[in-house]
């Protein structure tokens, strides 16, 4: 399934649900994109394998610090977690808009 188009992701994490909208777009194995939230916008890109998206970002609020995100598209869905550096795993789940 294509993870084209645009997204509302929720990611879940220790300081409450933070939500983003996503703009993505695959070519082959790789995808670039732009997310725009609460914390301002940022240019993505990462890797596609079948229907999973493997990216990073680095933020620096509230801190400093790289998030890791995987995630599985099924249909207008999706679903998956981001590693927070030291402060653990958050899940995150997303609908196409």
Sequence with gaps: MSADGNWKI????PMGAQ?????????GDTFTGKTTGRMGDQDISGKVDGDKLVWSSAITSPMPMTLEFEATVSG???SGNVKLGAFGNASLS???V
Aim: net charge negative; proline share 0%.
């Design 10 to 13: 929720t990611i879940n994490t």
């Design 94 to 96: 997303g609908v196409r």
């Design 76 to 78: 207008d869905s999706l």
């Design 19 to 27: 939500e983003v909208n996503a703009s993505i777009t695959t070519s």
